[in-house]
């Protein structure tokens, strides 16, 4: 008699662990899914600073056209080919401040402002996302994630080149 | 920051009305965010709950442990957790803000009872602890939840990357800047002078390193004095001394803001030889923003806050001889203390309020990301997803 209650006890301990790890897994995935958002957003906001910087007088044509043209790709991407237009947009917002020359003009000084504001966030924004990303990784390596499949259909989360470049 | 106003909810492990630096931060914070009229809810353990500010939530009275080389004043248990419940069930807060969530307090049971969005600030930079690892794997899940982590130097991020294996975004603790940038120098703190501001009575604040120093350094400088601020007893510290010494200290108790504000631009140098057990160093910062040539040991804290010895000068830790010598080499030249300490003064305005709470504000805004505020949390939202039924 002993022993089934015991046993008994056990299957409920043991239940109760996946239903735990399966709701730690899904707040996993949650925070996965609004880093990625968030991320998303300002880097819509900085392909839309870097346009208006392209139509500004800081820019003359020849970069103000390498601009547009990296600021609509990144903001058309897919999924596939985002990372390679972020890195591009990324690189010709730098060739464009790394020129040093100097800015007078109000607005542009602002769009300089906001763009250099939104690159911070950017940065922050890229740390979460890196870090829930890892974390759901790390955690859906364990034994009895796999074994129990946990995660469900739920694709495994990556990270993105670009990521590691603005790091 | 937004125009938008938010209803933020922080949680401080220590007890409120005991001295510390995570109690000041939290407590600064949450006076600035009130000023920029948002709604805060301070929760924190209280000893005596008439003299509390209304923006604080009691949560009871705290326990004393034995931690990091002092002893901590905190709160946990299931009395205090149910308060925990309470206070979140009823605050309808659209954030929550742990402060150091990963010790045994009020702010992992917190974690632990949420849910939403959620940010930690770390403060601690301690060496690898054993215990850790005992309680490690409880502790994860829970710290998992945390939307945002935010740590308050780079010592603090690496412990904590050591020791749970998750990163961090370094946002420094803030000081009032402004409040430091005018002091007067005061003839009777001026000259040869040491300054030194702390709880003196605290082994780990090192005020014997400085004794120890003090002979080699009086050889030099005959004329040198020291000026110890800082609440305490100071008869048992001064029966120490070496009597041929004790003319050389003055102790002033405790001092005001404008005070002290004073006391830094006066003196010639400021010396912070901390043994350990700092997490931030936050009164070398204020040091700085005062306008003092700092001299601090080498302990990880503080020598990431004066960036390597750029801002201000290190010594080994617990070396009474190096800390003389750095002490002499600087009131010898009027020209290189002049030098550090401008470099020091211009560097600490990056620690003042204005730019800390913005960071820490912009840290809020993307852990909100489609979020409806902070609840209590299920244990049961993964089955609510399994079924179908609409979770967050």
């Known amino acids: 008699m002993e022993k089934y209650f015991l046993f008994a006890l056990i299957a409920i301990i043991a239940l109760w662990y996946l239903s735990y790890s399966a709701t730690r897994l899904d707040r996993l995935h949650h925070r996965v899914e609004t880093s990625w958002a ?15 910087i392209a139509k500004s007088d800081l820019a003359d044509p020849a970069s103000s056209l390498l601009l547009t043209a990296a600021a609509h790709q990144a903001r058309d991407a897919q999924m596939q080919t985002r990372s390679q237009a972020e890195s591009g947009l990324s690189g010709a917002l730098g060739l464009l401040l790394n020129d ?17 504001e939104l690159t911070d966030k950017v940065r922050v924004a890229i740390a979460l996302h890196v870090d829930a990303v890892t974390r759901t990784q790390m955690v859906r390596e364990k034994p009895v994630f796999k074994i129990f499949r946990l995660a469900g259909t739920a694709p495994l989360p990556v990270t993105y080149e670009f990521e590691a470049d603005v790091l | 920051m937004t125009l938008k106003k938010l209803r933020i909810g922080l949680v401080c492990p220590y007890g409120w009305d005991t001295p510390g630096g995570v109690q000041n931060h939290v407590r600064d914070l949450a006076e600035y965010l009130i000023a920029k009229g948002h709604y805060v809810s301070v929760l924190a353990p209280v000893i005596d709950e008439d003299a509390i500010p209304d923006y604080v939530t009691s949560a009871g009275k705290p326990i004393s442990i034995p931690y990091n080389g002092a002893v901590a004043r905190v709160l946990f248990g299931p009395i205090a957790f149910s308060r925990v419940r309470h206070w ?50 409880i502790l994860e899940p829970v710290i998992e939840k945390l939307t945002a982590r935010i740590a308050v130097s780079e010592a603090a991020r690496s412990t904590l990357t050591e020791h749970l294996e ?89 001092i005001s803001e404008k ?70 080499d600087l ?44 609840t209590l949390s299920s244990e049961n939202r993964a089955w609510n997803r399994f079924l179908g039924r609409a979770g967050n």
């Open chain 2, 259 to 328: 005070e002290k504000a004073d006391f830094l631009s006066s003196v010639a140098l400021y010396i912070a030889p901390n043994t350990g057990g700092e997490s931030f160093g936050i009164i070398l910062a204020e040091a700085l923003a005062g306008g003092a040539a700092v001299v601090a040991s080498d302990i990880p804290a503080f020598e990431s806050l004066l960036g390597n010895g750029e801002y201000g000068a290190l010594f080994q830790s617990e070396n009474p001889q190096e800390l003389a010598k750095v002490v002499i």
């Open chain 2, 331 to 374: 009131l010898r030249s009027d020209e290189k203390r002049r030098a550090l300490a401008q470099r020091g003064k211009a560097y600490a305005q990056r620690f003042d309020w204005d730019v800390v709470a913005e960071d820490i504000f912009s840290i809020y805004e993307m852990a909100l990301v489609g979020s409806n505020g902070v």
């Open chain 1, 38 to 52: 968030n991320l998303d957003g300002l880097l819509q906001r900085r392909a839309a600073v870097a346009l208006e």
């Open chain 2, 88 to 137: 979140i069930a009823n605050g309808k807060f659209d954030l929550l803000h742990l402060h150091e969530p990963a010790i045994p307090s009020i702010s992992l049971l917190a974690c632990w009872a949420a849910e939403g969005p959620l940010v930690g600030t770390f403060h601690a930079a301690a060496k690898r602890q054993k215990a850790i690892f005992a309680i490690g794997p």
């Open chain 2, 166 to 254: 998750t990163d961090a975004v370094v946002v420094p603790n803030g000081i009032y800047a402004d409040r430091y940038r005018d002091g007067e120098v005061r003839a009777q703190w001026s000259g040869n002078t040491l300054g030194f501001i702390g709880r003196y009575e605290e082994p780990r604040k090192g005020l014997s390193v400085l004794l120890e120093a003090l002979p080699i350094i009086a050889r030099f400088a005959p004329d040198v004095r020291v000026l110890v601020a800082g609440p305490g007893d100071s008869k048992d510290v001064e029966d120490e001394i070496d009597p041929q010494l004790r003319h050389r200290f003055e102790f002033l108790g405790r």
């Open chain 1, 100 to 116: 040093g020359h100097l800015v007078d003009g109000f607005i542009e000084k602002d769009l300089l402002r906001e763009l250099s």
